[in-house]
T-cell receptor, first 116, second 113 residues
Framework: DQQVKQNSPSLSVQEGRISILNCDYT??????FLWYKKYPAEGPTFLIS?????DKNEDGRFTVFLNKSAKHLSLHIVPSQPGDSAVYFC???????????????FGQGTILTVHP | DGGITQSPKYLFRKEGQNVTLSCEQN?????MYWYRQDPGQGLRLIYY???????QKGDIAEGYSVSREKKESFPLTVTSAQKNPTAFYLC????????????FGPGTRLTVL
């Protein structure tokens, strides 16, 4: 039972354009969402997060949008750069009683390729 | 430099042998985690530990064991009971203030022959 799904295995965009990565979840108890970026042969690195009390969080070129009614979140990268080429994972957690103890549920990942 | 070290980067073992993967962090983080990644799949949580001498099973703990005798170390043993041990294993840590934002090591690719 895949509770967090990234239905697009890959995405290809031109440098300077917008990259939109999507993520859907099924568990309505999830209340905190994160995006991680992973280069080959390295561990993932944290990119940006959003709490369910918000619908948008922005950090430089990266913006995460959350649509709770649709159980959908997306990561926008504007403008895209070749160095953004990596695998992007969305993750979700349920902060029961105020803490999740870090039990993250990850999606399958989307490979982003940004062409010069 | 603070960070998480996993060794070795590549590990080969014969079927039926137990193998222990090392994970060390010098970030002074309270919590540590072990994940497994298979091709085309996301990371799946094996075990996690919020404090020394305490740990909990994640979603796929069967065939694995851990210990947390020191704050900076969280070794994972892949036992012969794990039916499909070949995978990429990632260790992570986080502070006690924000368990969600986790810092990952470079990973160990285990191949069981």
């Amino acid at each position: 039972d895949q509770q967090v799904k990234q239905n697009s295995p890959s995405l290809s965009v031109q440098e300077g354009r917008i990259s939109i990565l999507n993520c859907d979840y099924t568990n309505s108890m999830f209340d905190y969402f994160l995006w991680y970026k992973k280069y080959p042969a390295e561990g993932p690195t944290f990119l940006i997060s959003i709490s369910s009390i918000k619908d948008k969080n922005e950090d430089g070129r990266f913006t995460v949008f959350l649509n709770k009614s649709a159980k959908h979140l997306s990561l926008h990268i504007v403008p895209s750069q070749p160095g953004d080429s990596a695998v992007y994972f969305c993750a979700a957690s349920w902060n029961a009683g105020g803490t999740s103890y870090g039990k993250l549920t990850f999606g399958q990942g989307t490979i982003l390729t940004v062409h010069p | 430099d603070g960070g998480i070290t996993q060794s070795p980067k590549y590990l080969f073992r014969k079927e039926g042998q137990n193998v222990t993967l090392s994970c060390e962090q010098n970030l002074n983080h309270d919590a540590m985690y072990w994940y497994r990644q298979d091709p085309g799949q996301g990371l799946r949580l094996i075990y996690y530990s919020q404090i020394v001498n305490d740990f909990q099973k994640g979603d796929i703990a069967e065939g694995y064991s851990v210990s947390r005798e020191k704050k900076e170390s969280f070794p994972l043993t892949v036992t012969s009971a794990q039916k499909n041990p070949t995978a990429f294993y990632l260790c992570a840590s986080s502070t006690g203030r924000d368990y969600n934002e986790q810092f990952f090591g470079p990973g160990t690719r285990l191949t069981v022959l």
